[in-house]
C-alpha cells in the first residue's frame, strides 16, 4: 500500500502521484433533461462544510489524521471552497517579488520553510449517492493551493501541487458501502511555491469546487475541437477529436440555432475523430462573438444515452502572417487587461456573479482582451469570455521573479534563478503548460498561449513554448521574459514587453523582427493611466507592427476588513500584520476591490479603447470606424448641440462606414447665433439589448467646440471702500469683503449677511501625492512648493515705508479703479532661492471678485505641481456643480474619455476610493463650477478652461492618511481653483514621470485668473 512521504514536497520532481491526465473542461450529462435542469447525475459536488485542523508547520499536525478509525467529528468546520486565511486561520500575506519567506528563513530553490508553513488538515465524511453506485468513482480538486496529500478511507490516494489546474483521482479502489472517509492536507508553500512568486496574495486551501464524477461504461474522456481553415475563410474544416473509454458509439450533432448542420454517428475507440467542412461559417471575433451548439451523446452497446455533453463552438482563424497577427484575416488590436481573480471577501475564489459583473464592465468600457495573469483562472471566465467576446491570452502558472530579481540585484547568483535550464525544474513546468492546454483548449476566446511571467530565460521555457506548440499548432504563444534574457528568443512568436515608454516601442518597431504587445502597460495604481491615450493612438498607425496591450490591472488586490471602531475598509498588503509585505502596492485596479465598481480611470479606458473615433470640427464630423468586421450601422448614432453645456437640439444620424473605413459628415445642426458656447456630440449606441448592456448603451462618442459667441458684459455695479487701520473694506450690492493685512489676505466675504469663507484663501502649489508621485519621488524633488503652499508669507514683504519707530511694509497695495477696486498683496515662498508670488483681487459692484495670481518663475526652481488658489469654506456647502469636463475626474494627461457638459454631485462623491488617500477629484476645462448648501446658497467660480476641485480635506491631510479613516471627520469644504495640475503619469509607479507636455510650463511668467461670488 502506497504511502505519503512529507520530504517529497519539497523536491521540484515530486509534484504529481497518481493525478489522472489533465482533459478538457467539459460537463457530462446523464441526458439532455439534466443539462437543461443544470444538474448532472453523474456528478456530485462535495463543497460544504468540511471538518478542520490547522497547524503551523508539519511538525505540530496531528499524525494518522487520516486513518479511518480516527474521530475527527469535534474538529472544527471550515467552508469549501474558501482560502483558510479567509476563514481565520493564518493571515492574508501580500507579497510582489519577494519570497513570502524572505528575511525569515535561509532558503534556497529545492527547499522549503519549516518554522512556519502552514498544513491545513481537512476531512469530508459521505456517501455515495445511490444512483451513482455500480459505476467508477473519480474526484475532482478544480483548485488547491499549493500541495495537497489524499487519502480516502485511510488509504493514501494520491498527490498534486498545481495550484490553478484541477487534479482529478480515481477513487473506486478505495470506496466502501456506506460512510467514506476523505482527507486532504493542504501544504501552504511546497517546492512549487518557487514557481508561484506571481504579484498576489499568498493563500492556501482547497478554494476552488470539489466533486465526484461518475464515469459510465462509456465515458468521454477528452474533447478537442479545432476548426481549421485555408486561405479561404468562407470554407472551414470542423474537426472534433475523442478519447473514450468503454464501449458504444458516438452520436455528434453540429446546429447552428435550431438549423442540423450535420449529424454523425461513429463507433467507440480508444481514440477516434469526426471531420465535416462548413461551408460560409458566421466567424467568431470579439465584436461579433457567434457560436455554434455542439452536441455529444455518449451511447451504450444496447443504444442507451450514457452521457450528454454540449460544447460551444466558434469557428475563426488566428494567425501570424507578414509579420503581423491576424484574426479573419484583420490585423487585431488588442485592447486589454491583466486580471487576477480577485475577490475583497474571498480572496481568489471569486463567485460567478463577480466575475460576470466583471465581463459586463469590461464589454460595457471597450475592453477586448483579458490576459489570466499568471495563471490559469476558474473555468467559468472561458465560457463567459466565449459568450460575450472578449480574447484571451491564457496563461500557464509560472512566475519566478523573486529569484532573478535577486540576480540582477547582484545578491544571488545566475544559479538561483528559476526555472533557467535546470532539468530537475522541467518536467513540472512542462506538466503545467499540458494542464493549461488541456483544459481550456477548445474556447474560441483563447487566441494565444503564455508560458508564464517573469521568470526570466532559459531551456525550460522554451521546452515549454515548444510544447504548447506541439500541442496547438494554430495558436501563438507569449513569453515576456526573453526581453531579459535573449539566449532562447523563440520562446515567444511576438515581442512582448512591460511598461516601455512609446518612444521605446517606437524604437523596436523599426526592427520590425516581430509584431510587439504590452502584456503589462499604463500601472493603474491609485490615481493612474495618464497618457494612456499615447499607446493607443501608436496602436492605431495603420498596418503598425504594435498591436495593442494589457493594463495593469483590472482590480485592486484589497480585502474587506474591521477599523478598532468596527468599521469596514479595504485592507492591502501589511494591514494583517503579516510581514513581508508590499503595502498598497496590491492595488492596481481600474476597478476598485470591494464592489468591483469601475474607478474614475476607467472612463479614459473607455474612451482611448472605443472602436469607432469621431472628430468634430468647425464645419463636418469625421467617424473613423476601427471595428475590423462591424459597419457602424450596427450602432444607432445620435447627435446632440449644446448650448452652454445644455442640449438644445437632438437627432438620430444615419451613418454606415464599414470597418477599417473613415468618412466624413456635415455638421448635423445649423448652429444659432445667441450668446454662448455651442457644443456638437456625437454618440454611437446599442441599437438593441445585448448579453451586457440595455439599447441605448453608449459605445462611442466624440465632441468639439462648434461655435463661440461672445456676452455682452453687465452692466456695472457701484461700490463703497472703507479704509482701516488694519483693514481695507468693500461694500457693494449685497456683499462686502474685507481685506487684513495683519493676516495677509482676504478674511472676510459677506454675501446676503453671511460669511462665506473659513480661512483666507492662499496660493496653492501642492497636491497630495499620487501612488506614481511617490513612485518618481516627486514629493522630494518638488518638497519646496509645500513648504511654500504651507508657509508663504506676506511679513516682511512689499514697498518699504518708514515709521516712527522702524521700517514697515505695504502689504496689499491698494488702487482705485473707475469700475473696481484693487487689493495686491506680495508673498514670500520660503524657497531657496527666494521667490514671490502676487495676488491681486479686483472687486466689483455686483460683488465678483477678479482673481489673479502670478509668478515669476526662478530658474533655480523646478516646476510645480499645480498653480492655483485654495479656499475653506463650511462643510455645509456640501453640493458641488460645474460646468467642464466629466463626470468623473480629469487631469491634464487623463481627459479625453470626458465629455463636456454641466455636472453635480456631492463633496464626499469626489472623493475617489483609492487604497491610500491621494489627490483625486479635479476636474479640467471648467468654464464654471459653484458649492452650496442645501438652500442652493453658495459661491460661484468662473474662469477660462480652469481646474476645479472641491474635497472635504486639504492636500495636506489627504497625505498624512495612509488609509480612509485615517482622515480626519469632515470640517470644511475645501476648493482649489488652477490654471493647471500636473499630470497623474502612469507608464509604471515605480519612476516614470509625468509626460513633460503634462507639466506646468515656467519658462515664462505664469498668471491665473478666475472670478468667485457668492450666489
Given at each position: ?9 519539497k ?6 502521484d ?16 439534466e ?9 456530485a459536488y ?5 471538518k ?55 532558503l ?5 520553510p519549516?518554522?512556519?508553513?502552514p498544513?491545513?488538515?481537512y ?7 445511490s444512483?451513482?453506485?455500480?459505476k ?34 480515481e ?5 466502501k458501502?456506506?460512510?467514506n472517509?476523505?482527507a ?37 474522456e477528452d474533447?478537442?475541437?479545432?476548426t ?9 474544416k ?11 458509439s458516438?452520436?455528434?450533432?453540429l446546429r447552428d ?6 449529424e ?15 461551408d ?18 455518449a ?19 488566428f ?5 503581423r497577427?491576424l ?14 481573480e ?16 466583471d ?6 468600457n ?11 483562472d ?9 459568450r460575450y ?6 496563461e ?34 512542462l506538466?503545467?503548460v ?8 477548445n474556447h ?25 506548440r ?5 495558436r501563438?504563444?507569449h ?6 534574457d535573449?539566449s532562447?528568443n ?9 511598461y ?9 518597431l ?14 493603474a ?17 495603420e ?23 468596527g468599521?469596514?475598509?479595504l ?8 510581514r ?14 470591494g ?5 474614475p ?25 476601427k471595428?475590423l468586421?462591424?459597419?457602424?450601422d ?14 438644445i ?5 444615419e ?5 477599417e473605413?473613415?468618412k ?21 449606441v ?13 459605445a ?17 455695479k ?19 469683503v ?19 469663507i ?16 511617490l ?11 509645500k ?8 511679513k516682511?514683504?512689499?514697498?518699504e ?21 484693487s ?15 502676487q ?6 459692484g455686483?460683488?465678483?471678485i ?49 465629455k ?18 491621494q489627490?483625486?477629484?479635479?476636474k ?6 459653484k ?9 460661484l ?31 470644511y ?13 502612469g ?13 506646468i510650463?515656467?519658462s515664462s ?6 472670478t468667485?461670488?457668492?450666489?
Amino acid at each position: 500500500m502506497a504511502k505519503f512521504d512529507y520530504s517529497k514536497v519539497k523536491d521540484p520532481l515530486y509534484f504529481k502521484d497518481n493525478v489522472l491526465p489533465a482533459h478538457s473542461a467539459h460537463v457530462a450529462y446523464g441526458n439532455k433533461g439534466e443539462l437543461f435542469q443544470g444538474d448532472s447525475s453523474l456528478t456530485a459536488y462535495l463543497d460544504g462544510v468540511w471538518k478542520f485542523h490547522y497547524a503551523k508547520n508539519y511538525q505540530a499536525v496531528i499524525s494518522g489524521f487520516q486513518a479511518e478509525d480516527y474521530d475527527c467529528s469535534v474538529w472544527d468546520d471550515i467552508s469549501v471552497p474558501a482560502h483558510i486565511q479567509m476563514e481565520g486561520y493564518d493571515a492574508p500575506q501580500y507579497a510582489n517579488t519577494q519570497f513570502p519567506w524572505d528575511g525569515r528563513e535561509d532558503l534556497v530553490p529545492g527547499e522549503i520553510p519549516e518554522r512556519f508553513n502552514p498544513v491545513a488538515s481537512y476531512v469530508k465524511y459521505f456517501e455515495v449517492p445511490s444512483h451513482m453506485k455500480g459505476k467508477e468513482i473519480r474526484i475532482s480538486f478544480q483548485g488547491v493551493e499549493s500541495g495537497m496529500a489524499l487519502w480516502l478511507n485511510g488509504e493514501f490516494v494520491g498527490y498534486s501541487e498545481d495550484s490553478f489546474t484541477p487534479s482529478d483521482f480515481e477513487l473506486t479502489p478505495y470506496l466502501k458501502e456506506g460512510l467514506n472517509k476523505l482527507a486532504v492536507q493542504v501544504f501552504k508553500w511546497t517546492s512549487s511555491s518557487w514557481c508561484e512568486d506571481q504579484d498576489f496574495y499568498r493563500f492556501s486551501g482547497i478554494y476552488r469546487s470539489v466533486f465526484l464524477y461518475a464515469v459510465p461504461s462509456l465515458h468521454v474522456e477528452d474533447i478537442k475541437i479545432q476548426t481549421l481553415f485555408g486561405e479561404d475563410l468562407r470554407e472551414a474544416k470542423f474537426s472534433a477529436e475523442f478519447k473514450l473509454k468503454g464501449q458504444g458509439s458516438l452520436k455528434l450533432t453540429l446546429r447552428d440555432g435550431e438549423k442540423v448542420l450535420f449529424e454523425k454517428s461513429i463507433v467507440a475507440g480508444d481514440l477516434v475523430k469526426a471531420e465535416e467542412n462548413i461551408d460560409n461559417p458566421h466567424l467568431w471575433s470579439a465584436e461579433d462573438p457567434y457560436l455554434y451548439d455542439f452536441e455529444i451523446e455518449a451511447l451504450g452497446e444496447e443504444g442507451g444515452v450514457l452521457e450528454f455533453i454540449t460544447q460551444k463552438v466558434g469557428f475563426r482563424k488566428f494567425e501570424m502572417k507578414d509579420n503581423r497577427m491576424l484574426l479573419n484575416g484583420k490585423r487585431i488590436v488588442f485592447k486589454g487587461v491583466n486580471r487576477h481573480e480577485f475577490s475583497s471577501v474571498s480572496g481568489r475564489h471569486v463567485t460567478y456573479e463577480e466575475l460576470l459583473k466583471d465581463i459586463v464592465t469590461m464589454k460595457r468600457n471597450n475592453i477586448n482582451a483579458i490576459r489570466t495573469c499568471h495563471y490559469p483562472d476558474g473555468v467559468d471566465i472561458y465560457d463567459l469570455c466565449d459568450r460575450y467576446g472578449l480574447y484571451l491570452i491564457a496563461e500557464a502558472n509560472m512566475e519566478t521573479h523573486g529569484t532573478w530579481d535577486a540576480y540582477i540585484r547582484g545578491v544571488a547568483g545566475k544559479d538561483f534563478i528559476l526555472p533557467g535550464d535546470k532539468e530537475e525544474w522541467q518536467p513540472m513546468m512542462l506538466d503545467r503548460v499540458n494542464s493549461c492546454y488541456q483544459r481550456d483548449k477548445n474556447h474560441p476566446a483563447v487566441l494565444i498561449w503564455s508560458c508564464g511571467n517573469e521568470s526570466y530565460g532559459g531551456k525550460t521555457i522554451f521546452e515549454m513554448s515548444e510544447l504548447f506548440r506541439k500541442l496547438d499548432p494554430e495558436r501563438l504563444v507569449h513569453y515576456e521574459g526573453v526581453f531579459h534574457d535573449r539566449s532562447y528568443n523563440g520562446s515567444s512568436d511576438m515581442e512582448s514587453q512591460m511598461y516601455p515608454s512609446v518612444e521605446q516601442i517606437k524604437e523596436y518597431l523599426e526592427s520590425q523582427e516581430k509584431p510587439f504587445i504590452c502584456c503589462e502597460y499604463s500601472h493603474a495604481m491609485g490615481n493612474s493611466c495618464g497618457a494612456l491615450h499615447k499607446y493607443t493612438d501608436l496602436a492605431d498607425e495603420e498596418n503598425s507592427a504594435y498591436q495593442g496591450g494589457f493594463i495593469w490591472d483590472y482590480i485592486d488586490q484589497s480585502i474587506y476588513k474591521k477599523d478598532r471602531y468596527g468599521q469596514w475598509f479595504l485592507a492591502y498588503g501589511g494591514d494583517f500584520g503579516e510581514r513581508p509585505t508590499d503595502y498598497n502596492f496590491s492595488g492596481n485596479g481600474i476597478v476598485y476591490g470591494g464592489e468591483r465598481n469601475p474607478s474614475p480611470k476607467m472612463q479614459e479606458v473607455k474612451f482611448d479603447y472605443q472602436n469607432i473615433s469621431i472628430s468634430v470640427g468647425k464645419t463636418e464630423f469625421e467617424v473613423w470606424n476601427k471595428n475590423l468586421f462591424v459597419n457602424t450601422d450596427t450602432f444607432a448614432c445620435i447627435a446632440e448641440l449644446m448650448l452652454d453645456g445644455k442640449v438644445i437640439e437632438r437627432k438620430s444620424l444615419e451613418v454606415s462606414v464599414a470597418p477599417e473605413s473613415r468618412k466624413s459628415y456635415p455638421l448635423p445642426f445649423e448652429i444659432p447665433s445667441c450668446p454662448g458656447e455651442y457644443v456638437l456630440t456625437v454618440s454611437f449606441v446599442l441599437k438593441e439589448d445585448t448579453l451586457w448592456a440595455k439599447a441605448g448603451h453608449e459605445a462611442a462618442f466624440g465632441q468639439g467646440v462648434v461655435k463661440k459667441v461672445v456676452k455682452a458684459p453687465l452692466p456695472l455695479k457701484p461700490f463703497t471702500i472703507i479704509r482701516g487701520k488694519n483693514n481695507i473694506g468693500v461694500r457693494g450690492e449685497n456683499f462686502d469683503v474685507l481685506f487684513s493685512e495683519l493676516s495677509g489676505g482676504l478674511a472676510s466675504y459677506r454675501y446676503a449677511g453671511k460669511e462665506l469663507i473659513q480661512a483666507i484663501p492662499k496660493p496653492n502649489f501642492w497636491r497630495a501625492p499620487t501612488d506614481n508621485d511617490l513612485g518618481n519621488n516627486m514629493p522630494g524633488r518638488y518638497a519646496q512648493w509645500k513648504t511654500a503652499s504651507m508657509y508663504l508669507t506676506h511679513k516682511g514683504v512689499g514697498e518699504e515705508r518708514k515709521g516712527p519707530e522702524g521700517t514697515w511694509y505695504d502689504n496689499p497695495v491698494l488702487k482705485e479703479e473707475k469700475d473696481f477696486v484693487s487689493v495686491t498683496y506680495t508673498y514670500s515662498l520660503q524657497t531657496i532661492p527666494e521667490a514671490f508670488c502676487q495676488v491681486e483681487y479686483k472687486v466689483f459692484g455686483d460683488g465678483r471678485i477678479e482673481t489673479t495670481l502670478s509668478y515669476d518663475p526662478v530658474k533655480e526652481l523646478s516646476d510645480m505641481p499645480e498653480f492655483g488658489m485654495i479656499f475653506k469654506f463650511d462643510a455645509d456647502y456640501d453640493n458641488v456643480e460645474w460646468y467642464g469636463n466629466g463626470p468623473a475626474e480629469t487631469y491634464a494627461d487623463r481627459q479625453k474619455g470626458a465629455k463636456l457638459g454641466i455636472y453635480k454631485n456631492k463633496v464626499m462623491d469626489n472623493m475617489a476610493e483609492y487604497l491610500v488617500p491621494q489627490e483625486c477629484g479635479n476636474k479640467t476645462n471648467v468654464r464654471w463650477g459653484k458649492v452650496t448648501d442645501r438652500k442652493g446658497r453658495g459661491i460661484l467660480f468662473a474662469g477660462d478652461h480652469m481646474n476645479f476641485s472641491a474635497l472635504p480635506y486639504t492636500p495636506h491631510e489627504l497625505e498624512n492618511a495612509m488609509h480612509p479613516y485615517e482622515l480626519p471627520q469632515v470640517h470644511y469644504t475645501v476648493v482649489r481653483v488652477s490654471a493647471q495640475q500636473m499630470g497623474i503619469a502612469g507608464d509604471d509607479s515605480w519612476g516614470a514621470l509625468t509626460h513633460p507636455e503634462y507639466l506646468i510650463d515656467v519658462s515664462s511668467k505664469l498668471e491665473f485668473t478666475f472670478t468667485f461670488r457668492g450666489i
